[in-house]
């Protein structure tokens, strides 16, 4: 460790071994970096045990879990900076308990996953994906025309989730012309929108649900049967915010019995593994999680990163913290 280093804040990367920091280098010039995978070949605790008087600050890089156990070894660890915009990851009630602020990627991410879950519903309502697979394995000479998609403008569709994604969702749909609903922690006052006090209420006043509210013990399988059921057969369900949200058994048989109209996830219930069923359904998009990547995003990101630190370390307001009451 050089002269310099020694002189500046200790920041503790956290990560799994399949997740890397691109932005190593930009941190470096604020902070010294302690990566347990790249410092020391012995284990992960003892690592921390060692330095663990010294680490204020740990950056959980993506959905690292960062545990209980985690904590109990840093003793002197004030803050958790996270690289998501979820923070199920983290054991919220242990750091309530220990007075350890959380904080998020705060908006880096909302316009990307809001221009993403609109275009995963176009592509399900249009049947774009369908039609791409229609044209390429030759079909269109022999079949003629495929089958007609839907149109998204005048849809009554319903947000589950109003914070900054859910947001911008709604402006993006205004402007297709489609009458906006939708149902979150509490009724937002400074929009016109018409709110529901529960999801049942809000599937069964619309055509479309997008799902990108954060998950929670409370809000796990909070999209099930019955407000599947309520959203109807030509319901369409999109959702960029966590699989679990959804009760993913239930909303592939509702599928396969052709008891909802269809659905774009880029989230599921145990990622990486999707639902084989879904593989040859034409009225379901997938994707691989992927809603929040883009080079504009990871820019935005890691200005809120090295902002909420430096912020943190000159105990100045944070950009993105999270409140844990």
């Known amino acids: 460790m050089s002269t310099q280093e020694q002189h500046l804040p200790v920041v503790l990367i956290h990560r799994l071994p399949a997740f890397n920091l691109s932005f190593t280098s930009r941190l470096h010039t604020h902070f010294t970096l302690l990566d347990p995978l790249l410092h020391s070949p012995e284990s992960t605790e003892s690592f921390l045990t060692r330095h663990a008087t ?3 600050a740990l950056l959980s890089v993506g959905p690292t879990p960062v545990t209980s156990e985690t904590l109990s070894l840093l003793p002197a660890l004030e803050i958790v900076v ?10 919220i009630h242990e750091c309530r308990q ?33 039609g791409n697979r229609f044209v390429r394995a030759g079909l269109w000479p022999e079949h003629g025309e495929s089958p007609l998609g839907s149109k998204l403008g005048g849809k009554r569709v319903g947000i589950v989730g109003l914070g900054s994604i859910g947001s911008e ?14 149902t979150s922690t509490k009724k937002k006052l400074a929009v016109s929108y018409t709110f529901y006090e529960n999801v049942n209420d809000l599937a069964a006043n619309s055509n479309i649900l ?8 409370q809000t796990r399988h909070m999209i ?23 009760d993913e058994k239930e909303l592939v048989q509702l599928l396969l019995r ?18 084989k069923e879904l ?13 929040v990547l883009t080079p504009e995003s990871f820019a935005a990101l890691q200005d809120v990163i090295v902002g909420n630190l430096l912020a943190f370390f000159s105990k100045k307001p944070l950009l993105s913290q999270v409140q844990l009451d």
């Not at 659905?263 to 219930?269: C, I, K, N, R, S």
């Not at 034409?282 to 992927?290: A, E, Q, R, Y």
């Open 82 to 91: 996270c690289s998501s915009a979820g923070i199920d990851h983290v054991d």
């Open 258 to 275: 052709g008891e909802i109209g269809g659905a774009g996830l880029d989230v599921y219930e145990n990622e990486p593994h999707v639902p």
């Open 279 to 291: 593989l040859t359904l034409d009225n379901v998009v997938l994707s691989p999680h992927l809603a």
């Open 54 to 56: 010294s680490i204020r």
């Open 98 to 130: 220990r007075g350890v602020l959380v904080t998020s990627a705060g908006n880096a991410f909302s316009e990307d996953v809001a221009d993403y879950a609109v275009a995963l519903l176009i592509d399900v309502l249009r049947r774009v994906s369908a």
């Open 169 to 182: 969702v709604a402006k993006r749909l205004m402007a297709f012309g489609c009458s906006i609903a939708y």
């Open 210 to 217: 997008i799902v990108c509210c954060a998950l929670t013990d």
């Open 224 to 246: 099930n049967k019955d407000v599947m059921t309520a959203l109807g057969k030509e319901g369409v369900i999109v959702n960029v915010g966590r699989g679990a949200l959804i």
